[in-house]
Structures are given as structure tokens and as C-alpha cells.
């Protein structure tokens, strides 16, 4: 139904519902953020989002709220509503025993068991549909989720801290602090939000990191060790970490794997071409984990391998007001000869932090030769 004179926009309410989608951050995955709004005679009468993994649905939530108010009322949501069963029943079902008068949709659900299935189950019912009202904001808001299922790829952030002369170290190692605490409490929101943390064996073995959250609050991700030779220590403080992850190169029956196995840690092993692990397969075995969003934490040959590798998808990069020379660099040696092969960042933001300036852009990779 027509909203009355004088009530907020359409887009105003897809916000609303958007806003709502961020409480499920770091809680849903591998689902997606999803808010609801439910509007009647231009009055919010019930909203939601989902929480939590196996919990009510965003629209089941906003329904419980409106009671009898939700005839004859109008749906925002975020994304398609899901029309099969999973660990909870079908998000269509309840809308068409709500008594809708018809539902705004911002996209398309782009997982195989819904995609468009759950639009045409309303539209069959006679429930008119809207789809696309602020659906670039909506793709933003779920990008890891959109890249998991369109791609069985996680969406991958690599995040380098460096010097303004582009150094994560000095030349003994020397790295803490690079960048002032506004940085490293905006990296543990990071973490915080993300399915997974990947680390080089360079970096357990230099860093000893526990790559928790502390700085934010939130769950810890499960921390991912690309360790091809399997060199890192095997008392570093990563392998007590529930859900740890070993990738690497050496058979799984070697007796160190059978010593991390026998602590809790999963060993992901790979075949190993001309000295290193295709990340791109790793990449795969870690969504079919059920991973859709992994931060990349270095160190360097990790950060090229994975460039090499095409698998990252956008870059943060502290740059801190300090100068080394002749520290350690922040990326190992791409193989770059000519400009017209160098990774260009695309959609560049830049934002101030403290004393340090954040760069965040989506990985623009050149065309092969072939």
C-alpha cells in the first residue's frame, strides 16, 4: 500500500533494515547480515535482524514483533527471503501467513539453493515484490557472503602496517609498533568481524602472535598458518587456538602434523610446486570450511604469494609517519617488470587514524598474456 503524506522514504526504511543487518557482524557466518522492516500506514511496527547462526531469520524476528499488525503492511529486507528449509523453516512461508500487502527487497540471494526462488514463491502467492532498492549498498554490506557463494571463494582483505618508505620491520626484525594504537584497534575489529586470519610461517616464528581480539570486542577468528616446510615452532601460542589451521606442503602423517593433530590443530596439506602452496587452493578448501572472509596479516612473501595467486580482493594498508631504510620490506618481490603488470588499486579511501593514514582499495589485477 501507498505510504501517507509526510512519511519517511522508502530508501529511508531499506536503511533502517540495513543499519539492523550489521548487529549479526561477526555472529551469522557463513549466512548472511540480513535486517527487516515491517511498515504499516508509514509506521515502523516491527523490525529485526538475524543474530546468531542456527536463529530466527530477520523477517521472522520483525514479524514477532508486529503481531496482527503485519496485514496489509509493507516488508523491507535486506535480501531475498529464503524459501527452503535449513535449520530453520522457510523465511517465505511466514510471510504469506503474515498477511503482507508486499515486500521490498534490496537483492537477489545469490546462493544456488535460493536465488530468485524465494521472490518467485511470493510473486506465485500473489504478493507483489520490489527488488533492487539500494541493492549496491546491500552487496557491500554482504560482500564476503556474495564472493563465498558466487565464487566457493572466501572474499580475502590483505592488510599490510608499514613505514612511509614502505617497511613492515627494521633490518633485525624490530616491527612493534609500527603504527599507533587507533591502527591496531581498528585491525582487531577487523579480526572480529572476519571468518579467519591468515598468517606465513615467517611471522609465527618471528611474532609468536596469539591473532585474537583483544583490542575490540567480538569472537576470535580461526587463525590460518601457511607453513609449507612446516618450520614454525611447534610451541608457538597459534597452535593452542581453537580451530587453528596448518597449511602445508609436508605429509600429514610426518610426525610434527601427528603433534599438532594430537593438540587440536587441522592440517590442510597441498602439493608443493616450485617451493610454495597454490593459495588458490587453499583458498577453496577454506570455503568449503564453510570460511567467506579471511584477513590476510602478512608477512611479506605471504602478502606476494597470495597477490601472485590472485586471491585477495582488497588491501588496507597503515602507512605510519616513520622512516626505516633499509628495513624489511612490506611485499617480497611480485616478479613486476613492466608498469603495465603492476596490480593497480582501484576505489581508493583514505582515512586518518591517530597519527596514521589508512588506505583501503579493491585489488584491480592486470591481464595475463594469455
Given at each position: 500500500?501507498d505510504e501517507p503524506?509526510g512519511?519517511?522514504?522508502?530508501?529511508?526504511?531499506?536503511?533502517?533494515?540495513l543499519?539492523?543487518?550489521?548487529?549479526?557482524r561477526?555472529?551469522?557466518?557463513?549466512n548472511p547480515?540480513?535486517g527487516?522492516?515491517?511498515?504499516?500506514?508509514?509506521?515502523?511496527?516491527?523490525?529485526g535482524a538475524?543474530?546468531r547462526?542456527?536463529g530466527?531469520?530477520?523477517?521472522?524476528?520483525?514479524?514477532?514483533?508486529?503481531?496482527?499488525r503485519?496485514?496489509g503492511?509493507?516488508?523491507?529486507?535486506?535480501?531475498?527471503p529464503?524459501s527452503?528449509?535449513?535449520?530453520t523453516?522457510p523465511c517465505?512461508e511466514?510471510l504469506?501467513?503474515?498477511g503482507?500487502?508486499r515486500?521490498?527487497?534490496?537483492?537477489?540471494?545469490?546462493d544456488?539453493r535460493?536465488n530468485?526462488?524465494?521472490?518467485?514463491?511470493?510473486?506465485?502467492a500473489g504478493?507483489p515484490?520490489?527488488?533492487?532498492?539500494?541493492?549496491?549498498?546491500?552487496?557491500?554490506?554482504?560482500?564476503?557472503?556474495i564472493?563465498?557463494?558466487?565464487t566457493?571463494?572466501p572474499?580475502?582483505?590483505?592488510?599490510?602496517a608499514?613505514?612511509?618508505?614502505?617497511c613492515?620491520?627494521?633490518?633485525?626484525?624490530?616491527s612493534?609498533?609500527?603504527?599507533d594504537?587507533?591502527?591496531?584497534r581498528?585491525?582487531?575489529?577487523w579480526r572480529?568481524?572476519?571468518?579467519?586470519?591468515m598468517?606465513g610461517a615467517?611471522?609465527?616464528?618471528?611474532?609468536?602472535p596469539?591473532?585474537t581480539?583483544?583490542?575490540?570486542?567480538?569472537?576470535?577468528?580461526?587463525?590460518?598458518v601457511?607453513?609449507?616446510?612446516?618450520?614454525?615452532?611447534?610451541?608457538?601460542?597459534v597452535w593452542?587456538?581453537?580451530g587453528?589451521?596448518?597449511?602445508?606442503?609436508?605429509?600429514?602423517?610426518?610426525?610434527?602434523c601427528?603433534?599438532?593433530t594430537?593438540?587440536?590443530?587441522?592440517v590442510?596439506?597441498?602439493?608443493?610446486?616450485?617451493?610454495?602452496?597454490d593459495l588458490g587452493?587453499?583458498a577453496s578448501r577454506?570455503?568449503?570450511a564453510?570460511?567467506t572472509?579471511?584477513?590476510?596479516?602478512?608477512g611479506?612473501?605471504?602478502?606476494a604469494?597470495a597477490l601472485?595467486?590472485?586471491?585477495?580482493?582488497?588491501v588496507?594498508?597503515?602507512?605510519?609517519p616513520?622512516?626505516?631504510?633499509?628495513?624489511?620490506?612490506s611485499l617480497?618481490?611480485?616478479?613486476?617488470?613492466?608498469?603495465?603488470?603492476?596490480i593497480?588499486?582501484?576505489?581508493?579511501?583514505?582515512?586518518r587514524?591517530?597519527?596514521d593514514?589508512?588506505?583501503r582499495?579493491r585489488?584491480?589485477?592486470p591481464?595475463?598474456?594469455?
Amino acid at each position: 500500500m501507498d505510504e501517507p503524506p509526510g512519511a519517511p522514504a522508502p530508501s529511508d526504511y531499506m536503511r533502517r533494515a540495513l543499519r539492523l543487518a550489521r548487529r549479526g557482524r561477526g555472529h551469522v557466518s557463513p549466512n548472511p547480515m540480513v535486517g527487516a522492516v515491517v511498515v504499516r500506514d508509514g509506521r515502523i511496527v516491527g523490525e529485526g535482524a538475524h543474530l546468531r547462526v542456527g536463529g530466527p531469520h530477520a523477517e521472522v524476528n520483525a514479524l514477532a514483533q508486529c503481531g496482527d499488525r503485519a496485514v496489509g503492511a509493507t516488508l523491507y529486507v535486506t535480501l531475498e527471503p529464503c524459501s527452503t528449509h535449513g535449520r530453520t523453516p522457510p523465511c517465505t512461508e511466514a510471510l504469506l501467513a503474515a498477511g503482507l500487502a508486499r515486500v521490498v527487497c534490496a537483492m537477489e540471494d545469490p546462493d544456488p539453493r535460493v536465488n530468485g526462488r524465494g521472490i518467485a514463491r511470493l510473486r506465485d502467492a500473489g504478493m507483489p515484490v520490489e527488488v533492487g532498492l539500494l541493492a549496491a549498498s546491500a552487496q557491500a554490506l554482504n560482500a564476503a557472503y556474495i564472493k563465498h557463494r558466487s565464487t566457493q571463494r572466501p572474499l580475502v582483505t590483505l592488510k599490510l602496517a608499514q613505514t612511509l618508505d614502505g617497511c613492515i620491520a627494521t633490518r633485525t626484525g624490530a616491527s612493534r609498533w609500527i603504527t599507533d594504537v587507533a591502527a591496531r584497534r581498528q585491525v582487531h575489529r577487523w579480526r572480529a568481524s572476519v571468518d579467519a586470519v591468515m598468517v606465513g610461517a615467517g611471522t609465527v616464528s618471528a611474532d609468536d602472535p596469539a591473532l585474537t581480539v583483544r583490542l575490540a570486542r567480538g569472537r576470535d577468528p580461526r587463525p590460518l598458518v601457511v607453513d609449507g616446510a612446516l618450520r614454525s615452532p611447534l610451541n608457538a601460542r597459534v597452535w593452542d587456538r581453537p580451530g587453528a589451521v596448518l597449511i602445508t606442503a609436508v605429509p600429514g602423517d610426518d610426525p610434527r602434523c601427528r603433534s599438532l593433530t594430537a593438540r587440536g590443530v587441522e592440517v590442510w596439506t597441498f602439493a608443493s610446486r616450485q617451493g610454495r602452496i597454490d593459495l588458490g587452493e587453499v583458498a577453496s578448501r577454506a570455503a568449503a570450511a564453510g570460511i567467506t572472509s579471511v584477513l590476510l596479516e602478512g608477512g611479506a612473501i605471504l602478502a606476494a604469494n597470495a597477490l601472485r595467486d590472485r586471491i585477495v580482493d582488497q588491501v588496507a594498508v597503515f602507512l605510519a609517519p616513520r622512516l626505516i631504510g633499509g628495513g624489511r620490506a612490506s611485499l617480497a618481490d611480485l616478479g613486476t617488470v613492466e608498469l603495465s603488470q603492476a596490480i593497480v588499486l582501484e576505489d581508493v579511501r583514505v582515512q586518518r587514524l591517530g597519527p596514521d593514514l589508512l588506505y583501503r582499495a579493491r585489488v584491480g589485477y592486470p591481464c595475463s598474456p594469455a
